[in-house]
């Protein structure tokens, strides 16, 4: 009974020196940072202003403002569909479409810093590029890489004319041929030889034969391995199959005999007497050609092989092309 008090006022010193040691160290700890913070503002700070932020779309008709002429013929052309193409939004509808953004150069059109992309100032890499944006799909464009047009830096625009073109179909800034001719000047002269495809009649065009865009084929011709295929769009006679054919037209196909545009002898054959063109092949030196047998009199001035071989192309029913 006696140690009751003592124990007491022990235990109540030790807790005031506990209080005292929490005191001590909360107060030496630093202060909650929302604590010391300002109060908030009723209105939220100013955005700092965007440094890259895109300028507005320009639609066409304020375009149509300084380039009438243009827009007239923009808006009667294909082009003029990309109006109803919201997918890629203002800036994929009318003029920016191939021209890209021309805020600025709207907000000041003397200044020639700010012009948008021009075709006539720019390089061929540059403007095709932009045109394929939208046209490198379909069967015409499959080839492009590998294009001879493209290769020699031929652009778009050089055949194509958007603004001033004289066909409504492709709008080709010239009608063919005259378009083909002003690079194939050689094309042009075989074209006005004595026997000639009817290009320059307009009954037979130069796209029917050569895809501009390119092919896997040589001379950028439409898909044919020997290069007869194209021809047989109009001679189907000539295509067989046929019982017996004749060689050269399977291996080296039509231009082995013919020259393909035009030529000064009949059937655009390339030489003047048949005769010779068959014995280019039907000789003895030649070893998988038959030559000619002794009988045959080659002294007659006209005689042609053609008169008892008609079916030099291929027959069905005789082994030397007699019917």
Known sequence: MPMTRPSRALSLFSFCLMCAALVVV?????????????????????????????PPPVDADTCKICHEDNYN???????????????????KQGCETCHAPAAAHASDPTNQSLLPFTFD?????????RCLTCHATGTEAMHLTESVHRLSDVSCVSCHSIHHAETKEYLLAKPQPELCYTCHLQQKAQFNMPF??????????????????????????????T??????????????????????????????????????????????NVNLLCLSCHTTSFSNAPGAPSFHNQAAQYQACTLCHTQI?????SSVFFK
């Open 121 to 129: 100032k720019s390089e061929p890499k540059d403007i095709n590029a």
């Open 227 to 272: 290069q007869s295929v194209v021809c047989y769009k109009c001679h189907e006679d000539k295509q067989g199959p046929f019982v017996f054919e004749h060689e050269p037209v399977k291996t080296e196909g039509c231009v082995m005999c013919h020259t393909p545009h035009g030529g000064p002898n009949p059937h655009m054959l390339k030489t003047s």
């Open 26 to 54: 909360a107060a030496g700890k630093p202060q909650d940072a929302g604590q010391n913070a300002p109060p908030p503002s009723s209105t939220p700070p100013a955005a700092p202003a965007a440094q890259n932020q895109a």
């Open 313 to 317: 192309h291929g027959s069905n029913f």
């Open 196 to 225: 000639h495809h009817r290009v320059n009649e307009h009954l037979v065009q130069c796209t029917d034969c050569h895809n501009p865009h390119g092919t896997v084929g040589e001379h950028q011709l439409r898909v044919s391995a």
């Open 73 to 91: 013929s923009w808006a009667n052309s294909p082009h003029w569909k990309t109006t109803y193409d919201t997918r890629g939004g203002p800036l």
